[in-house]
């Protein structure tokens, strides 16, 4: 892809992955995902915004053939698939200085090794002149790194995000144009990496709300020209109510967890709460993800284990635990031969999880009618929960 005009001297460079279908070796990537970097041509500066990922390096160089000069990159976000890079930008304009904050400054020192002498830090709300244009930077941390800060030109009222807003998505479109596909992959961006700091997104999100923002440029996916709905979206993800959904992971060895996951699935559906079931061993982990920043309730469905959880039902877990999702409500459903630990142990991997436990239901082998009563009571217990709390449909 070659470098793309936004507005006058504000330009579009980076690398669209069109390959990538896993993340830090862990998220899924549907779509594939893009680095976005930008290039301003003041009348008196020019700027690079952000790299791109390392491997993809050639991309930017080659785009950036026809800059006879850099005279600053701005690092926004340390994480090397924006920063990686900027060690061989350096190396072909030696004359650049990177600026970014006294946080960043040591992140990258430490992590790409650049030399002290290359840095000049901002503070929050510090303006850098180009000449006729004026960037101003806002420290936004924790969107998703400590050190994180977006860049707001003030001239043509572009907000350079990085990650925050961002979605993976490879695509030939400058522009947003295909909002419905953006929301759920920016939505799925959100879960996996956002949603732990959803409070501190918050109050970022408050912080940018006396700037007029026309379009929003993040570092992955497509550039936001109108940019009210997408704030909209990450304000409902991070602090709206919970919805009237039961996020139900589980993982079934001998059937017997199925029969009760199923069951309590028409229990709960009969008393009008929406469910969303993941098979474990055949789940997109983002999809999961996605379902917990909407759902009121968690139940997880595993059979025993040499006296523990399935270990995909101990994954998913472990992976709630560290999302932080806003759930109210959990509870465990799973089976056993023996005997076990089941309850114990998941309970004790969650500690992040600000949510009421229900009762649990525990099967020995196949269940009978008296488990089936009692998920019918759990069923009867969410729905009621559920109404009390007006958790949103
Ligand atoms: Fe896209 Fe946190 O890096």
Redesign the pocket.
Known sequence: MRKRQIVKNVYWMGAVDWDRRL?DSLIPLPDGTT?NAYLIQGSEKTVLIDAVEPELVEMLMAQLDETSRVDYVISQ?A????SGSIPRVLARYPEAKVVTSAKAKSMLIDLLHIAEDKFITVVDGESLSLGDKTLKFIFTPWV??PE?MVTYLEEDRILFS??FF?AHIASSDLFVTDKGRVYEAAKRYFAE?MMPFRNVIQKNIEKLAPYNIDMIAP??GQIYNKSAWIIDAYQDWAIGSPRNVVTFPFVSMHGSTRKMVDYLTASLTERQVRVELFNLPVTDIGKLAMSLVDAGTIVIGTPTVLTGPHPMAAYCAFLANALRPKARYLSIVGSYGWGGKVVETLAGMIPNLKVEVLDPILSKGVPSRNEFDALDRLADTIAAKHKESNFKV
């Open positions: 993340f680095y976000h994480e090397q698939d924006h998703h790194w994180t990085c990650d961002g990496i570092s992955h």
